[in-house]
């Protein structure tokens, strides 16, 4: 579709774009081509904001993180476990309307230069964190539970989005269920195993 004329390209426009093209083709169809069709324009209009695939395709990541980041930072409740429940129910939500996104988003490594700062740190891992300390955790068992949460919060969805939950039982429930699982496990006495 061609894009309306005078009418400036911004980055967001770029974002929006790529995150189209990836819901629509897969995480590999994210090509600064397949995004300038997408705009309607051709892919050297695009260096303004992208200088290649590889850097599109974390502008992309980026933005999803964001977006996700932009729904935990509304998750204002007052005690730790109600809030891990909220977030891991904001995440699913997210991952279900963008599928192809959310796949995108854990399959790529962003160098800690780039999380560092970002809203990404700030919205979402870092209060993950404390609302594990606030469960009265040991400080260094606090980035084992997260990663524990994440991980299998990640796990469920991307089998979810990938059509795995064939047996009668309502993935809503099953998803709840986890997420009860989850946090009765982490207690203060339950031990970290040895490196």
């Excluded at 579709?1 to 994210?30: S, Y």
């Excluded at 560092?116 to 260094?140: D, K, T």
């Excluded at 997420?179 to 006495?189: H, I, K, M, N, Y």
Aim: net charge positive; with cysteine; aromatic share 6%.
């Amino acid at each position: 579709m061609a894009r309306p004329r005078g009418k400036t390209l911004t980055l967001q426009d770029v974002l929006d774009a790529g995150q189209q093209v990836v819901e629509r083709d897969g995480p590999l169809g994210l090509t600064l081509t397949s995004v300038a069709r997408e705009l309607g324009i051709k892919p050297p209009s695009l260096c303004h904001h992208v200088a290649s695939n590889e850097d599109l395709r974390w502008a992309v990541v980026e933005h999803g993180w964001s977006q996700l980041a932009q729904r935990l930072d509304t998750v204002q409740l007052a005690a730790a476990r109600l809030r891990l429940q909220a977030i891991a129910t904001a995440t699913r939500s997210f991952a279900l309307e963008h599928p192809r996104s959310f796949e995108l988003m854990v399959q790529t490594r962003l160098p800690h230069s780039r999380v560092a700062g970002s809203p990404i740190e700030s919205q979402l891992l870092l209060p993950l964190l404390a609302s594990f300390r606030e469960l009265s955790l040991p400080r260094a068992r606090c980035v084992h539970a997260a990663r524990a949460f994440r991980s299998a919060l990640t796990g469920f969805l991307l089998l979810e989005i990938a059509g795995q939950f064939q047996l009668e039982a309502s993935a809503n429930q099953s998803f709840a269920y986890l997420v009860q699982v989850l946090l009765a496990g982490f207690t203060p006495e339950l031990e970290t195993p040895p490196s």
